[in-house]
């Protein structure tokens, strides 16, 4: 059995959460023993707790915070960490810290181009105790690969691509209406349907300036954003629709716990984001039978390949209202983008085939580990 240790400095929700979550809690217990610390009270501890049991929360404020690697020390210590899993660049390199101090094999994965900031103080040491300090650096998709690997200079032996999977029993075609109704929309209604937390990467300003035009052509449609829209930004948005004069075709959910259900509400997803290093949103819509329009944003690009959705150009509210508008009035061509993008999660992007792959991951470094000690200790001096 291997003793894990998962690390993330944050407290969710959101796509690197999610992946959290999952392998936190959901690894083969027979094999592996998983601990996890978070950054602070909130909806991902509280996941864990419900899941596997109460996690240790550790709060990482500070650009370097000396206490908080401490106490990283202090747990690894006590629950016997064989391998270090940090998810996040902030974590990342307090992971490979940790490892160097106690000599234990970290495995950093990286979720999105904005992760490592290349212009804030100390980013060419963070970008070596990363580098020398992961025995892999796991990437979510293979564009953000390209992106990342060569700004880190991480050997390409080190460097793995394990793209996120999504519960495809959580997350299937079923149908609802409870949205519609909860909105007060006809039948007739197009529902249009974003996932995601309201940051600036995610463009929703876009996604207004698209609604805008959908409008002018008179489409009787309705968009709706599932997410954390408690913040200065939320509010500029709620005032650029009114501007726009579509206050009352869009809705800003908030945070939602049934999103498969409001993801079988949707006539169309679309994700309108300036970066992305996959989009979990994404393939959950998919595996919800839901045709997807989305930027090529780094990690749409290889989810939606082959036909498995629309791609559009980033920031261009004109293109994501055409390809809207021909999704949701071509049956056939939604019909057929939904079950493209239905298959290709089964084949490509199940929870399942993510975590054994983790876990092969796991196994493979923590045999390394073990073998690297074993020969040390052969090589060591004789007995008297």
Not at 100 to 119: A, E, F, R
Request: glycine share 8%; net charge positive.
């Amino acid at each position: 059995m291997v003793s894990v240790l998962h690390i993330i400095d944050t407290g969710g929700p959101g796509g690197a959460e999610t992946v959290f979550l999952q392998t936190a809690t959901s690894l083969d217990p027979e094999r592996f023993r998983s601990s996890a610390v978070v950054g602070g009270h909130g909806w991902l501890a509280e996941q864990i707790g419900e899941r596997a049991g109460e996690p240790f929360v550790v709060p990482a404020k500070g650009s370097f915070n000396v206490s908080y690697l401490l106490q990283l020390s202090r747990i690894a210590r006590t629950v016997k960490a064989e391998v270090i899993v940090a998810h996040l660049y902030g974590s990342a390199v307090y992971a490979a810290l940790l490892g160097k101090m106690l000599s234990i094999p970290v495995i950093s994965i990286l979720h999105g181009q904005t992760d490592v900031p290349s212009t804030e103080r100390f980013a060419a040491v963070k970008s070596a105790l990363v580098r020398t300090g992961s025995r892999r650096v796991v990437f979510v998709s293979e564009r953000l690969r390209e992106h990342l690997q060569p700004r880190l200079r991480i050997a390409p032996p080190r460097a793995v691509v394990i793209p996120n999977g999504v519960d495809t029993t959580a997350f299937q075609p079923n149908r609802d209406t409870g949205l519609r109704a909860q909105l007060g929309l006809s039948d007739q209604t197009l529902l249009i349907g974003a996932i995601g937390n309201v940051r600036r990467p995610k463009a929703y300003d876009v996604l207004l300036r698209a609604a805008r035009l959908l409008r002018d052509r008179s489409a009787n449609f309705h968009v709706a954003i599932a997410g954390d829209h408690t913040n200065a930004l939320a509010a500029e948005l709620l005032d650029l629709a009114r501007r726009l004069g579509i206050e009352q075709r869009v809705t800003f959910l908030g945070l939602r716990a049934d999103v498969s259900r409001i993801l079988n509400n949707l006539d169309a997803f679309v994700l309108t984001s300036r970066t992305e290093g996959f989009s979990i949103a994404c393939i959950e819509a998919m595996a919800c039978g839901i045709p997807v329009v989305a930027t090529r944003s780094g990690g749409p690009e290889e989810i939606l390949e082959d036909g498995a959705g629309i791609l559009v150009p980033v920031d261009d509210p004109r293109a994501i209202a055409d390809a809207l508008e021909r999704v949701t009035t071509s049956k056939a061509l939604g019909a057929s983008l939904a079950a493209k993008g239905l298959a290709r999660v089964h084949e490509r992007y199940s929870l399942s085939r993510m975590l054994a792959r983790y876990a092969a991951l796991l196994e493979s470094v923590a045999g390394e580990s073990r073998r690297g000690r074993g020969l040390a200790r052969a090589s060591g001096p004789l007995s008297p």
